[in-house]
Structures are given as structure tokens and as C-alpha cells.
């Protein structure tokens, strides 16, 4: 299975609802406090199309076994038919650390241990959790993390090939998941990090993968994995290997991807998708297009309206 990570404001309703039908088996909603619920309504974070509703693993926030409880219900009422009730124990923002809650609950396992039991308590299989390795790169600790999660009853477990302290710039550590699926048969290890292709995906070790970047600025990463479609050799980087970026005097977007992006804006326009979401997906989608960060910068702004813009900049790019 290929997943669509979790991303603040870029996983929102409008654009995973396209990824799915672009080959993504299954997406994450954009994750949601349960300490601040009246901001996750603020930010739309709740709306969806029902016929993505099984196709759509919720992602919570959670700091004790009182708000796992509210976090339950809450997912419950709102999302009655989501497969998954996800949480976030991986976010490296260090506030978050300080308070012990998602990647602050990789500092304490009895805590961690305790979360993840009551929420296999609430909803039994459909309880998952996402994590990274460890602490810091001195500091992997992923055998204690699965060994306290698998104790707990947690059968499903997303890891980030990357510590708290591993900043995006530097290389997902795909040698630390070898022997992982092998040595804990019984779990489902969903792999993540730096996944930008097939060859990626073949060097993470293939299996269930959960894709996040790659999934912004290149929409058919997925279905071009299940077709085993390599692109250009290269580092991590989505955009270099982006097969509808046509590199001449000018680099222009290919049909495919422009077509995707006017259905993008054509739905953000249905949905009235406020404009700071719209500018954050925009901003991935024409990355390394001639002229796009001049557009972008503009826009943020927030003098314009941005789907009409872009649909203009979409006309100006088709003749340079």
C-alpha cells in the first residue's frame, strides 16, 4: 500500500481527495490537537468528500489517556467510517518536546507505552501510530519504541527513517530499517522518508511506504510506482526527478501535471479552499517552473486572489 503522509495545511481535503484518485491507496488528514479542537474547525481541518472517508486515516495529537479518550470520541462523531485513528508520536518541533506530546512522547516509553494501550483500548485494529527512529541520530531507539508499542497491543506502526534531531537536508537512514519487518512479522512497518520514486522505493526496502514530499510537488509518484516507472538517477529530490518538468530555454510543466493543477484549482474554487491552503499546495506544484517563485512570492502577499493567477500564469507558461 502507498499512503499520502500527514503535512500541515498541504494534506488538506481538496488535495488528497485528488492524490487518491492520482493512485494513493490511502491519505492522512493534516493533524489535529485534541488540546485545540476549535482551531482544527478554523482550519478546515475537518471537512472531507464521503467518498474519501474509508480512505482517510485521521491523525491525532494526544499528551495523556484523558485526551486520547476525547480524541476518540471526537474522531468518532466527526469521522465515523476513517479505517485508522493515527497518533502522532514524530513531530520534531521542539515545543511539542517540551510538553511530551507526538515526537515529545519519544522521550518517555512508559508514557508513549501507556497512549498507545489506551488507544488500542478505544478502537481495538484500527489504532496506528507514527514515529521516527529515535531521539537524536546518537540516540536510535526504534527496538524499544516497537517492542513498547507491540506490548501495548499496536499492530500497525508508521516510521520516518529519521531522528527528532535529523534535519531534511540530510539523507533518510534507510540502513537502520534492515531486518525490521522480518524481526516483528506480526506488525505492519510502514516505511517513510525520502521516498521520491521507484528507485526509492525499491532502496527503502518496497512494502507498505508512506510518501510526503514527493506526493507535493509530484502527484503521480504513486501511480508511477506501481508501474515501476524510473525516473532520472539522482539524490533525494522530487523536483530534479519530476518527469513533467520540461527543461529547455524555459522550464515548463508538462500536460499532465498542468491538467492536474487546473483540476486543483478548478475543486479549491468549488470548496472556496482558503487562499493560504491554496498558495501552499500551489507553491509545490510549480516548483522548478520558470517564473514560479516570483508568482509565488507575490501571491503570499495576499494582495490577489491566487486560483485566478494561477490560472493565468497556467495560459502565459503554455507559449513561452
Known amino acids: 500500500m502507498l499512503y499520502f503522509a500527514p503535512i500541515n495545511l498541504l494534506s488538506n481535503y481538496v488535495y488528497r481527495h485528488l492524490l487518491l484518485k492520482e493512485g494513493a491507496d490511502y491519505v492522512f488528514s493534516e493533524l489535529i490537537m485534541i488540546n485545540n479542537l476549535e482551531k ?13 472517508e474509508e480512505k482517510t486515516i485521521i491523525q491525532i495529537g494526544v499528551s495523556n489517556v484523558q485526551e486520547v479518550q476525547e480524541g476518540v470520541a471526537f ?14 508520536m514524530g513531530c520534531p518541533q521542539s515545543t511539542m518536546q517540551e510538553v511530551q506530546v507526538c515526537g515529545g512522547l519519544l522521550h518517555n516509553i512508559p508514557l508513549l507505552q501507556e497512549i498507545a494501550g489506551a488507544l488500542v483500548k478505544e478502537v481495538g485494529e484500527r489504532a496506528s501510530v507514527k514515529l521516527r527512529l529515535g531521539t537524536s ?3 536510535v531507539l526504534i527496538h524499544e519504541y516497537i517492542q513498547a508499542l507491540d506490548q501495548a497491543g499496536i499492530r500497525k506502526i508508521y516510521i520516518h527513517a529519521r531522528t527528532l534531531r535529523h534535519p531534511y537536508h540530510k539523507p533518510a537512514r534507510y540502513e537502520l530499517f534492515t531486518g525490521l519487518r522480518e524481526r ?10 525520502d521516498v521520491d520514486g ?7 526496502g518496497e512494502g507498505d511506504v508512506l ?6 510537488s509530484n502527484p503521480f509518484v504513486f501511480a508511477d510506482i506501481k508501474a515501476r516507472k524510473n525516473y532520472r538517477e539522482a539524490s533525494y529530490d522530487p523536483i530534479l526527478k519530476d518527469p513533467e518538468l520540461l527543461r529547455g530555454d524555459y522550464v515548463q510543466l508538462g500536460a499532465r ?14 470548496e472556496n479552499l482558503r487562499q493560504k491552503l491554496v498558495c501552499a499546495n500551489m507553491s509545490w506544484l510549480v516548483k522548478g517552473a520558470s517564473k514560479a517563485s516570483e508568482l509565488i512570492k507575490e501571491l503570499n502577499k495576499g494582495e490577489e486572489q491566487p486560483i485566478k493567477v494561477f490560472e493565468n500564469w497556467l495560459e502565459e507558461t503554455t507559449s513561452l
Request: aromatic share 14%; proline share 6%; glycine share 2%.
Open 257 to 270: 501535471k498542468k491538467a492536474f493543477i487546473r483540476n486543483y484549482l478548478a475543486l479549491a474554487q468549488q
Open 137 to 139: 541520530p546518537e540516540n
Open 211 to 216: 510518501i510526503a514530499r514527493a506526493g507535493l
Open 75 to 88: 474522531v468518532q462523531k466527526n469521522f465515523p467510517n476513517t479505517p485508522e485513528i493515527n497518533i502522532n
Open 198 to 204: 521507484f528507485q526509492a522505493y525499491q532502496a527503502i
Open 184 to 193: 516483528y512479522p506480526h506488525l505492519t512497518l510502514v516505511f517513510n522518508g
Open 40 to 52: 482544527a474547525e478554523e482550519d478546515d481541518k475537518l471537512k472531507y468528500f464521503k467518498e474519501d
